[in-house]
Structures are given as C-alpha cells and as structure tokens.
C-alpha cells in the first residue's frame, strides 16, 4: 500500500511514521511518499523518516517530492495535514484579534476562521487532484485546522474524506491513566463538533466510570484541561481544552495580551526538531516532539487508516463525519465529531442519546458560524467574512465583526485568493 502525507515537511511527520513503525505487522504500508514545497524540510525529515522504520524494522521506503501530482499518483490513502502561510501566518492568527478584546487562536474565532479562509481553497484544489490522479476511491484523512471546516468543505464536493483529530485519544490515554487500566479498554462518550467537544462518559468494559473521575480525579482533570473543576461537576461531563476559550475567555484573552504567542513557542520547537531530524546519528523519535502538539495523533492516524483500507473490518473510532441524524437539532450535511463506526465504506456516526440543553445551544451556534465560514472560504468577499465573524459566540458585536473582518483581511492579502492583486 502506498500512503502519501500531504505537508510531508511538518515537524508532525515522524510522529506519523513512528506509529507505522509501530504496527509493521497489521498495516500493510510498503511506501511513504512526503509531499511538501519545502525541499529543505523534506531534506531532513525525509532521510529521518526511513531511519524511524528501519530502526524498526519496518520494510516501507519513503520518498520525498515536491510534486504533489507526483506524490499522489496510486496511492490507497492520502493524509492532509497543511499549515497554509506557516507559523507566521499562525502567529497573525494568535494576535490580531487581541486588539479587539477577542481571543487569538489558530483554530476558533477570528483566527480560526483567517485559517480557514487560506485552507479550503489549497485543500479543494489538492482534492480535486487527488480525484483524477489517484482516482476516486482513495481516502483522503483530513489532520488539517479547522478539522471541522475542511471535512466538511471535502465532503460537500464529493469527496472520498473523514476529518480526524488527537484530542478524543488524548483524553482516552489521559483517563486510563488515572483508572489504572489499559488503554484499549476505555471507550468515550465523545459528542460535538471539532474542538467542542464533551465526554459524557467514560466506559471501561462497559461501566461508566465518569462518575468515579468526577468524584475522585477531577483535580488532575482541571490541571491537564485548564477547567475548573467544580464546573466540570456541575455539568457532570468533560469539557475539551478548547471549551477554555468560551468558558474563560475574558480571562484567557488577559493571559494572551502579556504572554508570546504559542506560534513562538512552536517555531522554536521546530527549529530545534530540525537540527535533530537532521543528525544522522538520531534513528528513534525525539523527546521534543512531545513538545510540538498532536500528542497520540500517529495512533489515531494509523488505527484509522488501517480501517479504511479494509484492513481491519468495522471498528469504533472518535472522526469527523457528517451528522446525518445522529444529533438531530443540527442539519444532516453538519460534520460532527462522535464515536463512529469506520470501514472501507468511511465512518458512520453512533447513535447519540439526546444532548443537554447546557451544550447544544452552544453546538448549534458554533455549527452556524461553520455554514457562514465555510461559504466565505469557497466565495470570499468582505461581507461573507464580517457575517461569519457575527455569527461567532465569542465575536458576536456587529462592529467588532466589521473590524476583525478588515483586519483578517489585511493580514491575509497575499494568502486569499479573492484579494491578492485586487
């Protein structure tokens, strides 16, 4: 089988290839092809990647090529996880709306809108490639932000897509811990949208222990998700770490304003994986990695892959997948993020018991702004932006949606196609 990552120079890479490494007996993968613009990055995480699977022992050749029709041509899936406009485009994202009292993240509000507006466009262009090259039965795994957005921009044309993110499996490697028990036992009441999500249970051989966690752990809850406890009780379920930005934003948005933006942070970060990747001596993942984000993502990715490439039967894994009823006060063609049965036919979303009057108001607001997100992205134009920005729960002030709306637009000229050269 041949699989092959788009944005193959990401420092993410060799997290991805150490989890192929580490299941050389159950996902038939003879060749890895990285696709990336950036020769230099391929340069290194290239040669790296092969030493991760010989180190292995692990058969598969990598190769590296800046062509993407080059790179797509017979694969059985293809894996997107772009950063279009890189960390300086990120770190635009993490502070522009800080000069309106908004928080600053690449992945919600205005940021996370700026980030769609650059995404959707490369990701269709590549689909559509991916289509008539590798043909239309081949899956693409959507990894790039926001995962939501751009699954559901795939999906809409046509496109053979699931959108996957790391935060189900994190918090699944996170609670086995604290019980004790292996992680492969745990499975989650996982329910929402990309980055807004809850867990309104946790099933260790069918047993809710989400009750348990509440009462005796919620402590070490709060310090891994950043989440008052008590308020966890008090839903009696676990918010993600993004919840932060709506249930303390005012106070996130005070941190931010003294605080570099995590794009620094990251930026430095790859540059010292970089020097690693580039020592030939080093043939094993770097602890730095660890540093990067994505924690667990090579797992998710692999486990699914090896799924949708029939290599396993029907299997339960946390994706993105359209809602087609399971909650039904959002429309069908909404991507929601839920426990789903995925096979060589893609992922059908589980039955979901009715959703709390506490969190459904809040999916359905934020499910609004994606409609209005992602028709800004696929037509553009200044007013698709402010509306978006209106319709946001953390935004939500006509003039602050009219100012953000400018801005996102000046910062991002050369990166939108509807504005660059106009």
Not at 133 to 146: E, K, M, Q
Not at 307 to 322: C, F, I
Request: with cysteine; glycine share 10%; proline share 5%.
């Amino acid at each position: 089988m041949k699989l092959t990552v788009v944005g193959g120079g990401s420092t993410y890479t060799p997290e991805l290839i150490d989890g192929i490494a580490g299941r050389r007996t159950s996902l038939a993968v003879d060749e890895i092809v990285l696709v990336d613009p950036d020769e230099h990055r391929l340069s290194l995480i290239g040669p790296f990647s092969q030493r991760l699977l010989e180190h292995a022992g692990h058969p598969a050749k990598v190769r590296t090529t800046t062509s993407l029709e080059e790179g797509i041509e017979g694969a059985s899936a293809v894996l997107l996880q772009l950063r279009v406009g890189g960390q300086k485009a990120r770190a635009s994202d993490e502070t522009f709306p800080l000069t309106c009292g908004c928080v600053g993240q690449e992945t919600t509000g205005a940021g996370g809108l700026a980030k769609a507006l650059r995404t959707v466009p490369v990701v269709l262009d590549i689909a559509e490639k991916v289509r008539r090259i590798a043909g239309p039965d081949t899956w693409i795994v959507n990894f790039t932000n926001p995962v939501g957005i751009v699954t559901r921009a795939l999906l809409q044309e046509g496109h053979k897509a699931i959108g996957l993110c790391n935060v189900a499996i994190t918090f699944q490697r996170w609670t086995s811990a604290l019980l004790g028990v292996d992680p492969s036992t745990v499975e989650l009441e996982h329910v929402g949208l990309n980055h807004l999500t809850w867990e309104r249970g946790v099933y260790v051989d069918g047993v809710d222990r989400l009750p348990e966690l509440l009462a005796d752990h919620v402590e070490g809850l709060a310090e891994h998700i950043g989440i008052d406890g008590e308020l966890m009780r008090r839903l009696n379920m676990v918010p993600s770490y993004y919840l932060n930005y709506f249930y303390n934003h005012d106070a996130v948005v005070k941190k931010q304003l003294t605080s570099p933006p995590r794009a620094e942070v990251v930026a430095a970060v790859e540059k010292e994986l970089l020097d690693i990747y580039g020592d030939p001596s080093v043939v094993t993942k770097p602890e730095q990695l660890s540093q990067r984000g994505g924690a667990y993502y090579s797992e998710a990715a692999v486990q699914l892959v090896h799924a949708l490439t029939g290599g396993a039967g029907a299997e339960k894994h946390v994706v993105n997948v359209q809602n087609n009823g399971s909650l039904p006060f959002l429309p069908d063609d909404a991507v929601i993020e839920v426990s789903s049965t995925v096979d060589s036919n893609g992922g059908r979303a589980l039955p979901v018991r009715p959703v709390e009057p506490s969190i459904s108001g809040l999916i359905s607001h934020v499910t609004a702004y994606e409609y209005l997100a992602l028709e800004a992205a696929k037509h553009g134009g200044r007013d698709r932006v402010a509306n978006a920005l209106l319709a946001h729960p953390l935004i939500g002030q006509h003039a602050i949606a009219d100012q953000l709306a400018d801005e996102l637009i000046a910062q991002n000229r050369d990166l939108l196609p509807w504005v660059k050269g106009n």
